[in-house]
């Protein structure tokens, strides 16, 4: 009983051994060689400061956001980037209120670049603003609780050339206009 199990193994590892060195050769011959995308990344941790349209007031923000851009190039040029804003500690004190205010969240955006020189890509990520985080004064029950205000403040982008790779980060404050209280 024992020699029909090793007769067995022997011919199992056989035939293994000998699929092993066939399948990789049919394999390389059946597929079209590719050229490979060139992936690059590179991140960034950046300030903030600046006076910006809240929802209710005009504030000024201090704080920082954290950028990371994954590019992925194409063999001949141009690709796409991935450009994954987050906030770290961002607050913000009303100028007509005094109020002060928290901006929270992450956004991720996808954009293409051209095969040319070097191209600038800019986006609008949306982070939350939460009205007010700590009033002025006594805090007098029922305190209104306002839900977080989706905002787009702060403009975000990269240099990227033509083969993906990232020469610069950089992020600015917006002035932006709230349609509900237009200056």
């Keep these: 009983m024992r020699g029909h199990a090793i007769r067995a193994a022997r011919k199992l590892t056989l035939f293994l051994a000998t699929l092993a060195l066939t399948v990789p050769v049919a394999l390389a011959t059946a597929q079209p060689a590719q050229a490979a995308a060139f992936v690059h990344w590179r991140s960034a941790r950046l300030p903030l400061n600046g006076q910006i349209t809240g929802a209710s007031e005009q504030i000024a923000i201090t704080g920082t956001i954290d950028v990371t851009v994954v590019t992925r190039a194409n063999p001949g040029g141009g690709g796409t980037a991935r450009i994954i804003s987050s906030l770290g ?17 992450a956004d991720v955006d996808v954009v293409s670049f051209p095969p040319d020189p070097v191209t600038p890509l800019v986006v609008r990520p949306t982070f939350l603003q939460i009205n ?19 905002i787009d403040f702060v403009s975000v982008g990269a240099l990227v050339t033509s083969d993906g790779e990232i020469n610069d980060i950089f992020a600015t404050i917006n002035l932006i206009e709230n349609p509900d209280n237009p200056s």
């Excluded at 500690?89 to 969240?105: E, K, Q």
């Design 89 to 105: 500690r961002t607050t913000g004190v009303g100028a007509t209120t005094g109020a002060r205010y928290l901006f929270v969240g």
């Design 132 to 150: 007010p985080f700590f009033p002025p004064g006594p805090i007098v029950p029922p305190n209104p609780i306002v839900p977080p205000h989706p």
